[in-house]
């Protein structure tokens, strides 16, 4: 069975810094991996996807992330956040048609 | 492009009183359907998903329901609501070999 952790369930950084959020899965198959972000009192919007071939995935916002199969990671990264970044961030996993989601990440960005 | 839809987007409703929340999709055809519960600091729930009009699968017991009389609808139900059931639901659609997720709106539902 899939399962997701999500290390972090809260991340406070300055604005124009940058921040990793860290989200690590179990599988015993081959998986599409995903970011999600929700802004309060909203649906899901998807960041990025990996589903297959260049591990370093770009999405919307300046968002990135890779994939690490040796150590089952796939860790979200923007190298300067804005305020307007602000929101919980969703890493999911699917491995037989249906999402496992982990618990998320607030991120806090202050001036 | 394909658009999902959600109403309403807040409900207040009594203890033992009936639900109906509805999803509807646009711009795709034959989509897989699914409802999720989020609940205050318990992440994201599968509730039921829906591969095809009439076919519902339900992923944990509870006190609700489900049924997709058409193709690109989808409805959530209950017969008497529990305080419980509390909570943001969302609805989401996906087509295609990579199954990606795509979400509604949500609908906050306060169960008094």
């Known amino acids: 069975a899939q399962s997701v952790t999500q290390l972090d369930s809260q991340v406070p950084v300055f604005e124009e810094a940058p921040v990793e959020l860290r989200c690590n899965y179990s599988?015993?198959?081959?998986?599409?991996l995903f970011w999600y972000v929700q802004y309060p009192n909203q649906g899901l919007q998807l960041l990025l996807k990996?589903?297959?071939?260049?591990?370093l995935v770009k999405g919307i916002n300046g968002f990135e992330a890779e994939f690490n199969k040796s150590q089952t990671s796939f860790h979200l990264r923007k190298p300067s956040v804005h305020i307007s970044d602000t929101a919980e961030y969703f890493c999911a996993v699917n491995e037989y048609s249906t999402l496992t989601f982990g618990k998320g990440t607030m991120l806090l960005v202050s001036p | 492009s394909q658009t999902i839809h959600q109403w309403p987007a807040t409900l207040v409703q009594p203890v033992g009183s009936p639900l109906s929340l509805e999803c509807t999709v646009e711009?795709?055809?034959?989509?897989?359907l699914y409802w999720y519960r989020q609940a205050a600091g318990r992440g994201l729930q599968l509730l039921f998903y829906s591969v095809g009009i009439g076919q519902i699968s339900s992923e944990v017991p509870q006190n609700l329901s489900a049924s997709r009389p058409q193709d690109r609808q989808f409805i959530l139900s209950s017969k008497k609501l529990l305080l419980s059931d509390s909570g943001f639901y969302l609805c989401a659609w996906s087509g295609g070999r990579t199954d990606t997720q795509y979400f509604g709106p949500g609908t906050r539902l306060t169960v008094l």
């Open positions: 990996y589903l297959s071939g260049s591990t």
């Open positions: 599988s015993s198959v081959s998986v599409y």
């Open positions: 711009g795709t055809s034959n989509p897989n």
